[in-house]
């Protein structure tokens, strides 16, 4: 069964910085790009970027809004996809879901499992 | 960058449809992904490449997509269905490319 396990979120400073992570288990994990989503209290989704796989160097893609901010790192060897995230605003409160990027007819991917979410806020 | 349009509410009667549409501009030409996501739960893939459905899955929930709309449709609805539903496709002919989502539409079964 596949499960993906978001941990880390939490309370922090306009400013700070925090460290997401994503367990992933019953499947193979170094097969598929890996994502992160926010969703704001209310408001819909919006993606925050993702991690490709070693076939593809890791390359992380990132939204303009986190763009310089947010890093995206995985861990093969653990099974592990995590956000850190630098100079926090306001406006990045959000629960935070880590998602698996299936599979496709062609190469535009949908996100086939989500993790249950983790919420950080973002207050001072 | 690219922008998709959901209408914010859809409401209907247990044992109808319910048509839930998404525009973008020649969203046709793109790969469409809809999700149903509940109150406090995260959201689920129910149709994927516009038409497929995912194991599991009810065949009441289709999907098309041509020109500017891609449209999930839901028959003989249930209760069960009501929820957020959300478009997303892939965008990478702006100078961000990357994921979009719909706004998304709140689904009301009367």
């Known amino acids: 069964e596949v499960q993906l396990v978001e941990s880390g979120g939490g309370l922090v400073q306009p400013g700070g910085s925090l460290r997401l992570s994503c367990a992933a288990s019953?499947?193979?994990?170094?097969?598929?790009?890996m994502d992160w989503v926010r969703q704001a209290p209310g408001k819909g989704l919006e993606w925050v970027g993702r991690?490709?796989?070693?076939?593809?160097?890791?390359?992380?893609e990132y939204a303009a809004s986190v763009k310089g901010r947010f890093t995206i790192s995985r861990d093969d060897s653990e099974n592990s996809l995590s956000l850190q995230m630098n100079s926090l605003k306001t406006e990045d409160t959000a629960v935070y879901y880590c998602g698996r990027e299936g599979y496709s007819r062609g190469w535009q991917l949908p996100f086939d499992y989500w993790g249950q979410g983790t919420l950080v806020t973002v207050s001072s | 960058s690219y922008v998709l349009t959901q209408p914010p509410s859809v409401s209907v009667a247990p044992g109808q449809t319910a048509r839930i549409t998404c525009g973008g501009n020649?969203?046709?030409?793109?790969?469409v992904h809809w999700y149903q996501q509940k109150p406090g739960q995260a959201p689920v893939l129910v149709v994927y490449d516009d038409s497929d459905r995912p194991s599991g899955i009810p065949e009441r929930f289709s999907g098309s997509n041509s020109g500017n709309t891609a449209t999930l449709t839901i028959n003989r609805v249930e209760a069960g269905d009501e929820a957020d539903y959300y478009c997303?496709?892939?965008?990478?002919?702006?100078?961000?490319?990357?994921?979009?989502f719909g706004g998304g539409t709140k689904l009301t079964v009367l």
């Open positions: 019953g499947f193979t994990f170094s097969d598929h790009y």
């Open positions: 020649n969203i046709g030409s793109k790969s």
């Open positions: 997303q496709v892939w965008d990478f002919s702006s100078h961000h490319p990357g994921v979009v």
């Open positions: 991690a490709r796989n070693k076939a593809n160097s890791y390359t992380a």
